[in-house]
């Protein structure tokens, strides 16, 4: 037997813009908490600040992240997505496009909160952005499918702190299976991770 899907809350206008307003402000914290030099007492005191604002927005639950909107390809209803997600804090977000032609696109860029070696973006991070554009790209070709592999070729360091460019597109179909290539550009316009996927739509 399958899992039951978790019914997903809907949220109109004012709720999504306010949402986003909040995941802007605690993005901003957390950047703040992995930079801040104010020393313990300050830290401290501000954690237990933290905790009561918590705790007001723990008072009531969702079952689930709440959707807004339908995209075209669906992907784009998923707001609290840890990539592109608008009300999720831990999403840089990166603000992704489909063109006509089918190519998935954004230029975005990562602060310090997502550094692997120093001056660096973690290669992980790097990883889950072109899984999620790549994504975005089989989606595009009107069949949804979900990572049977992901494969990246590392060819130099991405740099924190600069506008980058991901792209990526659908470059076959086979019955279930949609495959795509993607990759990330640095500012000097030299490619810094590869990566191809497949995507494979589930049985109905």
Known sequence: MGVEPTVR????????AALTALAARI??????????????????????????????LSAVRRAAPPFTGTGE??????????VAGTINPIAPP????????GIARAEFTLSQVYEGPPAYVHGGVSAMVLDQVLGMAAAATGNHGMTAT????????????????????????????????????????????????LFVMPRR
Do not use: F, H, M
Request: proline share 6%.
């Open 150 to 197: 992901l494969e990246l070729r590392y060819r130099r360091p991405t740099p924190l702190g600069v506008p980058l460019l991901v792209e990526a597109k659908a470059s076959r179909t086979e019955g279930r299976k949609i495959y795509a290539d993607g990759a990330i550009t640095g500012p000097d316009g030299r490619v810094t991770v590869e990566a191809t996927a």
């Open 73 to 82: 390809s669906g992907i784009d209803r998923q707001i609290a997505n840890p």
């Open 94 to 101: 990166v603000d992704i496009e489909v063109t006509p032609d």
């Open 9 to 16: 809350d809907g949220l109109d206008r004012d709720e999504t």
């Open 27 to 56: 993005r901003e914290l957390t950047e703040a908490a992995v930079l801040t030099g104010a020393g313990a007492g300050e830290a401290a005191a501000v954690a237990d600040e933290l905790a009561a604002l918590t705790a007001r």
